[in-house]
């Protein structure tokens, strides 16, 4: 089966640090996937609140996630601080990916490499929506 294929960044905008929580174990005794995407989440609040947006407001547009690829490469457990390191790139006619390169702090352990592919949405008009310009850019990569 092949597998997915993410390659870390040479340069990331944000980061941010994260404290994997008792209630992120699963029952191998490490941080679990699902618990990653939740990781991953608040890593995306925080690298948009930075920019003064929200999921909900993205210069003036709402985001949804239409996609998720993940690739992990350790183990974390619960008490490690994880550094997210977040860019956004491959900008779209309807939305971009965000990137996510997740070590733990301590020791600069590789755990994860994360994207996520975030459309624009008008969340009245349940519809999908263009681009904004001021999201294209802060895409540093294509």
């Known amino acids: 089966m092949p597998r997915v294929s993410i390659h870390a960044l040479a340069k ?16 191998g005794g490490h941080l679990g996937n699902d ?13 948009l609140e930075a920019k003064g947006w929200s ?9 949804i ?3 998720v690829a993940g690739i992990y490469k350790g183990e974390a457990f619960a008490g490690d601080r994880l550094v997210f390191k977040v860019a956004a790139g491959e900008p779209s006619r309807c939305g971009f990916r965000l990137f996510y390169s997740v070590t733990r702090k301590s020791d600069a352990s590789k755990i994860a490499l994360m994207e996520t592919g975030m459309t624009c949405f008008n969340y009245e008009d ?12 802060i895409c540093t990569f294509a």
Request: aromatic share 8%; hydrophobic share 45%; with cysteine.
């Open 55 to 63: 999921e909900m407001d993205c210069a003036g547009v709402g985001l």
């Open 65 to 67: 996630m239409g996609d």
């Open 12 to 27: 990331y905008d944000f980061r941010v640090e994260i404290v994997v929580r008792t209630t992120d174990i699963n029952y």
């Open 126 to 137: 349940r519809k999908i929506a263009p681009l904004p310009e001021e999201i294209e850019q």
């Open 35 to 47: 618990r990653m995407l939740s990781l991953v989440h608040e890593a995306r609040v925080a690298f």
